[in-house]
T-cell receptor, first 116, second 111 residues
């Protein structure tokens, strides 16, 4: 596709359930980022992939959060035992080469997660 | 040290006026400073960016001013238009290509 695609666009779940959020980056982009954006706040870094490997996962808040990118393209953010505080918009962004050249991140429209 | 501070939280400007948003940082290892624009329901989109070896960068109506010694940078929007109404985020790239974002400024340009 032309841009970063994220699915689902909206997800409502109950406390304690497991959730998967998917990101399909721009073709050819080797770097992929996950951010979390709470209402009225700036994006908060979660994890960054360069190819298939997580180059920096220092932003993951706890071990309930996990992300994979097995083939270096599509990535899935997995949240176990969801809590109400996990409610936010989860943004995915991709970049040509880890931002080293232009530094431009191309963001998707996000997946809005609501935990009841 | 990984934080980026941003002000004001919200800004109202008349059409044709100048909008100014300020950001400050502590980490001298930051090496790239982009500004992103976000409309409701959309992801942020790159507006303009600057590297710390440059004091000013202009693209159309948008200008970044960068003060390395003060560790501050600002976005100026000249001739502000109602279509500029959005939330603006400053950001900084740190170690490991991680980007840190400011909390955002909600700009409203009145017609």
């Amino acid at each position: 596709g032309a841009g970063v695609s994220q699915t689902p666009s909206n997800k409502v779940t109950e406390k304690g359930k497991y959730v998967e959020l998917r990101c399909d980056p721009i073709s050819g982009h080797t770097a992929l980022y996950w951010y979390r954006q709470s209402l009225g706040q700036g994006p908060e870094f979660l994890i960054y992939f360069q190819g298939t490997g997580a180059a920096d996962d220092s932003g993951l808040p706890n071990d309930r959060f996990f992300a994979v990118r097995p083939e270096g393209s599509v990535s899935t953010l997995k949240i176990q035992r969801t809590e109400r505080g996990d409610s936010a918009v989860y943004l995915c962004a991709s970049s040509l080469s880890g931002g080293a050249n232009t530094g431009e991140l191309f963001f998707g429209e996000g997946s809005r997660l609501t935990v009841l | 040290q990984q934080q980026v501070k941003q002000s004001p939280q919200s800004l109202i400007v008349q059409k044709g006026g100048i909008s100014i948003i300020n950001c400050a940082y502590e980490n001298t290892a930051f090496d790239y400073f982009p500004w992103y624009q976000q409309f409701p329901g959309k992801g942020p989109a790159l507006l303009i960016a600057i590297r710390p070896d440059v004091s000013e960068k202009k693209e159309g109506r948008f200008t970044i001013s960068f003060n390395k010694s003060a560790k501050q940078f600002s976005l100026h929007i000249m001739d502000s238009q109602p279509g500029d109404s959005a939330t603006y985020f400053c950001a900084a790239r740190g170690y490991g290509q991680n980007f840190v974002f400011g909390p955002g400024t909600r700009l409203s340009v009145l017609p």
